[in-house]
């Protein structure tokens, strides 16, 4: 993964370090904002995280560029405003594609969380040559069970599925840490179109997210 951090100064920078070491990648930083746009096509970021208050003037500039190639779901930008930053301009920046908006102290404090969070809702999903192709649904529905490890709440939301198998994405990214491929869930339970299920799950594979594979109570014997 390659964040690209457009700002005047080394603190985001220092501050999001951890996370490439965590997930892998690396952090380009541009103090020029016009120097980061000329090289888009040659960086190809995968997060750009641009700070408004040192730019005012470019920062409508740089998320029109990024979007000349790339999609919200392809390369995120996320815009770091302040208590000064207009409500008719985050209407602009939604309208000209921002996946979002934050405010310095939050991404500060929360920097891991946040940044992740982003990344799994907008990111597509691996597409593998060995295994099936997920579809994206309409609208995705919550999903919470217990870890088996340690037998914490976890929730979120199914964003893609096939046949019996979803990609769960977790609200808090690093809840499901510590689960690994082949683990049996209990209990799993949804909520779709007004109705709540409970079952039991196969994770599949682990990621960002999880892929679960949704077991039924008579398959259960040759698992357990």
Known sequence: MKLLIVAENDNLKETLYGYTEIHGGSIIHYRHPLKCMDNYDEIEPD?????APDFPRHWKLAIQSL?????????????????????????????????????REDLERNGFSRLSGLVCRYSMAPERSDGPVF?????????????????????????RELMNRVLF??????????????????NCSWEKRGNIETFDALVKSRGEFLELEIILSKELEGIA
């Open 47 to 51: 997060v750009v995280i641009f700070n």
């Open 67 to 103: 979007r000349e190639n790339w999609d919200r779901k392809r390369a995120l930008f996320i815009l770091i405003i302040d208590e000064n930053f207009p409500a008719e301009e985050a209407d602009k920046a939604a309208y000209l594609g921002i996946n979002a908006l934050v405010t």
């Open 135 to 159: 579809r994206r649904v309409k609208e995705p529905y919550p999903l919470m069970f217990m870890n088996p490890e340690n037998l914490q709440f976890i929730s979120g939301v199914v964003e």
């Open 169 to 186: 994405f977790p609200s808090e990214p690093t809840a499901i840490a510590g689960i690994e491929p082949g683990a049996l869930i209990r």
